[in-house]
Nanobody, 121 residues
Framework: QVQLVESGGGLVQAGGSLRLSCESSKRTLSPYHVAWLRQAPGKEREFVSA???????YYADSVKGRFTISRDNPKNTVSLQMNSLKPEDTAVYYCAASPRGAIVSLDYRYWGQGTQVTVSS
């Protein structure tokens, strides 16, 4: 069982930055693909970014050039640096992990509780 805990959410003005972190306390994340997904009020959950076991990275078109995902295996964390934030980035952001399967998808096996990101205009 992989238990994921997100941190780093908050309130920021448009154009600002936040850094989200996803930590696994009980198991190493190194054998898992890890993704960030988000869900805005009244909208369906959507893929944001992912980093594979081999450190390949993927981004939704809406965040390319603004968000950067990275993993630090010794620290057992995956981070999402979010720059040039827009009001439409407001959502609950979830960290998710899976040992295999499609990367750009919502089909991840383990999920965190989520962290709120609010971008004011």
């Amino acid at each position: 069982q992989v238990q994921l805990v997100e941190s780093g959410g908050g309130l920021v003005q448009a154009g600002g930055s936040l850094r989200l972190s996803c930590e696994s306390s009980k198991r190493t994340l190194s054998p898992y693909h890890v993704a960030w997904l988000r869900q805005a009020p009244g909208k369906e959950r959507e893929f944001v970014s992912a980093v594979t076991v081999t450190r390949n990275t993927y981004y939704a078109d809406s965040v390319k050039g603004r968000f950067t995902i990275s993993r630090d295996n010794p620290k057992n964390t995956v981070s999402l640096q979010m720059n040039s934030l827009k009001p439409e980035d407001t959502a609950v952001y979830y960290c998710a992990a899976s040992p295999r399967g499609a990367i750009v998808s919502l089909d991840y096996r383990y999920w965190g509780q989520g962290t709120q990101v609010t971008v004011s205009s």
